[in-house]
T-cell receptor, first 116, second 111 residues
Framework: AQSVTQLDSQVPVFEEAPVELRCNYS??????LFWYVQYPNQGLQLLLK??????LVKGINGFEAEFNKSQTSFHLRKPSVHISDTAEYFC??????????????FGTGTRLLVSP | NAGVTQTPKFRILKIGQSMTLQCTQD?????MYWYRQDPGMGLKLIYY???????DKGEVPNGYNVSRSTTEDFPLRLELAAPSQTSVYFC??????????FGNGTRLTVT
């Protein structure tokens, strides 16, 4: 069965500093990988996704992630964070062969706290 | 462009009461999902639907029921509310190669 581990429950960082949010997954087959962001009192929004092709994936708001099959990781990075990036970030994996039907398994989330 | 709309936003139930969480989407998406989100636990899939008339259980279906009579609507029913069902519930939809579109959630407290 597939699973997702987000090692850090909370990551404090100063504004304009770089950040990396870690995500490791386990699966016995090919996977699709996603990062979602949740702002307070809102639903989740897709930041970026890896379906196939280039292992470096760029998303919205300056975020990017790199798929590393040998390390089974999909870490999220941003070179310079803003106060507005304060939110909860979820990594998710899907083994679905149909990209439209995404039976996602989510990690437990990482709360990014950006301070001035 | 409303996207995925969930009602109500908040609800307090007494143990044993029943209620229906409403979810509707206006994007003509085939696939719809119900998740629950508990602190420190991420999101768990309760039920999903691949089209009108077709539903299936997810990871944590016990205590819930769903129906999908139209493409737009995917209500979630709690028959006998229990404290363990206190959570934030999210409905989502998708189709083709689009990502999941989430509603803003329903915060349910069972006391």
């Amino acid at each position: 069965a597939q699973s997702v581990t987000q090692l850090d429950s909370q990551v404090p960082v100063f504004e304009e500093a770089p950040v990396e949010l870690r995500c490791n997954y386990s699966s016995s087959v090919s996977v699709y990988l996603f990062w979602y962001v949740q702002y307070p009192n809102q639903g989740l929004q897709l930041l970026l996704k890896y379906l196939s092709g280039s292992t470096l994936v760029k998303g919205i708001n300056g975020f990017e992630a790199e798929f590393n099959k040998s390390q089974t990781s999909f870490h999220l990075r941003k070179p310079s964070v803003h106060i507005s990036d304060t939110a909860e970030y979820f990594c998710a994996v899907s083994e679905s062969l149909n990209p439209g039907f995404q039976k996602l398994v989510f990690g437990t989330g990482t709360r990014l706290l950006v301070s001035p | 462009n409303a996207g995925v709309t969930q009602t109500p936003k908040f609800r307090i139930l007494k143990i044993g009461q029943s209620m229906t969480l409403q979810c509707t989407q206006d994007m003509n998406h085939n696939y719809m999902y119900w998740y629950r989100q508990d602190p420190g636990m991420g999101l768990k899939l309760i039920y999903y639907s691949v089209g009108a008339g077709i539903t299936d259980k997810g990871e944590v279906p016990n205590g819930y029921n769903v129906s999908r009579s139209t493409t737009e609507d995917f209500p979630l029913r709690l028959e006998l509310a229990a404290p363990s069902q206190t959570s934030v519930y999210f409905c989502a939809s998708s189709t083709g190669t689009t990502p999941l579109h989430f509603g803003n959630g329903t915060r349910l407290t069972v006391t």
